[in-house]
Nanobody, 128 residues
Framework: QVQLVESGGGLVQAGGSLRLSCAAS????????MGWFRQAPGKEREFVTS????????LYADSVKGRFTISRDNAKNMVYLQMNSLKPEDTAAYSC?????????????????????WGQGTQVTVSS
């Protein structure tokens, strides 16, 4: 089982950048598919991006493609989300998630039900 703690959120102006980190504990991290989701006030949680165990399989929501980059460092048990060209509509609480079940789709999992463990989230606020 993996436990997750996010950090790196904050307030940034539109067009700016932030890098979120997700620290994972647990022996199964290097085998776990990881994802980032976000939830804005009054809205449902939505998929942002995912990455498979090797880092070579990634998936992005259309709304962040070309602006956000997910990466992982299995030696450090870390997952990162580099967010560039931020927009006010990116404002949300961002959570990382781990899938503890087998990855049969090369990292392409975008539903909340695809993931088993969640962090508490970190707030990102983008001002216009």
């Amino acid at each position: 089982q993996v436990q997750l703690v996010e950090s790196g959120g904050g307030l940034v102006q539109a067009g700016g950048s932030l890098r979120l980190s997700c620290a994972a504990s647990g022996r199964s991290f290097s085998n776990s598919l990881m994802g980032w989701f976000r939830q804005a006030p009054g809205k449902e949680r939505e998929f942002v991006t995912s990455i498979n165990w090797s880092g070579r399989g990634t998936l992005y929501a259309d709304s962040v493609k070309g602006r956000f980059t997910i990466s992982r460092d299995n030696a450090k048990n870390m997952v990162y989300l580099q967010m560039n060209s931020l927009k006010p509509e990116d404002t949300a609480a961002y959570s990382c998630a781990a899938r503890n079940r087998p990855d049969l789709r090369g990292g392409h999992y975008s539903l909340t039900s695809d993931y088993d463990t969640w962090g508490q989230g970190t707030q990102v606020t983008v001002s216009s």
